[in-house]
């Protein structure tokens, strides 16, 4: 058993747990605590009934008996906003904390409205180039209770952190990445500002001997990190050199926020080079889907957020074809709107809920308005010129009409080569 281990049963044993979420996060929690924890009860709640030996809280008063229990962990899908009256709050833990409770001083933690996946990858990418005993783990999908029993003392641990996961938190890596801050989430917290607040606990509780990694072209992180940053700042974007397949200017904030953590680690310029040059980057994340009939296609399937969108639209320079449009969670598009009012794509179609916002305050020509996307990439490739791109960065969350934004990238593919 690895002190990790240790530690964590030695803070759950004797205790009633319930665990809240049975997903892939909630069963790594469940077969942990089954084998290792000595618990005086064990229960789970969920949406749905849990095929289980142990109680089971499900239906639509699934969170009905939480205060029953000396600890909650909770699945980071389900928000604290959800909770108000159900549950006191000190009872709820999560995975992610359990191990920055222990295990801080080896973690880097990267979080940001965009960009966390692909810079924590790259970190990972570097460390393992450089022969470093590291595992990639957390909101990229991977839950750190899955990788417990091959964590040593010496593991480095690179954890990508939603704000789901850093809500309420009062421990921070010992290295925090801050990428940048947008609206996003705005359905799953009670303003925009407590979803910042959520961001900032990636550094708000470190001390005097850690490192907090941000990007001083963004006003909002500029302004958390000036407020409660008390670890050695290290800003980002500086001038580098980035591979030619790596597009835009947000890559080069990946690309030099992951530097800046291997220089913090003393990695060697020749090692980070190497990992950074051969990396690929990651699905649907201005991913180059093909020609097809003379029309080249972009799957940009991440994009949720309307910077993201505007950021995708730049750095291809010649999309001729933009497709918008998800489900709403209230987010602000003027900047978006007036971006398309000044002629920068020729094409945009739009779908869904925020298609039809997005709609009304466009005042530019070839705008199309479809029920879905599998009509909007028919229209699509109709309308594209030759020789040129059609974009999908829709600017808004894919739920409701896709289970995540994976899928909704992959019925792009799949329709654009039907």
């Known amino acids: 058993m690895t002190k990790l281990i240790q530690e964590i049963k030695k803070a759950l044993d004797g205790k009633s747990i319930v665990i809240l979420g049975f997903g892939r996060e909630g069963k790594a929690t469940y077969h942990f605590v089954k084998k290792y924890v000595n618990y005086k009860e064990l229960a789970i709640a969920d949406e749905r009934q849990a095929e289980v030996p142990e109680k089971v809280y499900y239906g639509t008063d699934y969170c009905e008996g939480l205060n029953d229990f000396d600890v909650v962990i ?75 029993e091959e964590i040593t003392d010496e593991t480095v641990l690179v954890c990508e952190m939603s704000s789901h996961q850093l809500e309420k938190i009062v421990v921070s890596p010992h290295i925090g990445v801050l990428l940048n801050l947008f609206e996003e989430h705005l359905d799953h917290y009670e303003s925009y500002e407590e979803y910042q607040l959520s961001k900032v606990n990636i550094f708000r509780h470190q001390s005097a001997e850690d490192f907090v990694v941000y990007n001083a072209e963004n006003e909002l992180t500029v302004k958390y990190v000036e407020s409660y940053a008390k670890g050695k700042k290290i800003a980002f974007p500086f001038p580098i050199a980035i591979p030619s397949h790596l597009l835009g200017k947000h890559n080069q904030n990946n690309i030099s926020a992951a530097v800046a953590v291997a220089k913090l680690l003393g990695i060697p310029k020749e090692v980070w080079e190497k990992a950074v040059g051969d990396f690929k980057g990651l699905p649907h994340r201005l991913e180059f889907v093909g020609t097809y009939e003379g029309i080249r296609y972009y799957n940009d399937s991440i994009s949720t957020v ?21 489900m709403d969670r209230g987010v602000h598009y003027d900047s978006l709107i007036a971006f398309l009012n000044e002629g920068r794509v020729r094409n945009i179609i739009l779908a869904y809920e925020t298609g039809k916002r997005i709609a009304k305050g466009l005042n530019c020509s070839g705008v199309y308005l479809v029920e879905d996307l599998e ?17 999908l960065s829709p600017a808004a969350a894919s739920y409701g009409y896709f289970k995540n934004f994976e899928e909704r990238g992959e019925r792009f593919k799949e329709w654009i080569k039907s």
Do not use: H, W
């Open 74 to 148: 909770k699945s980071p899908g389900i928000s604290f906003k959800e909770l108000k009256g159900k549950v006191d709050f000190e009872k709820v833990t999560s995975q992610t904390e359990l191990v920055l409770n222990f295990y801080r001083k080896n973690m880097i933690g990267i979080t940001g409205t965009k960009g966390k996946s692909t810079t924590s990858s790259l970190i990972y990418a570097i460390l393992q180039e450089a022969k470093v005993n590291t595992r990639l783990v957390g909101n990229i999908g991977i839950p750190i209770f899955e990788c417990l």
């Open 306 to 326: 309307p910077e993201a969108t505007m950021a995708a639209v730049e750095s291809l320079k010649e999309v001729d074809t933009l497709i918008l449009g998800g």
């Open 375 to 391: 009509e909007a990439v028919n229209v699509a490739k109709k309308v594209t010129q030759k020789d040129k791109i059609c974009l």
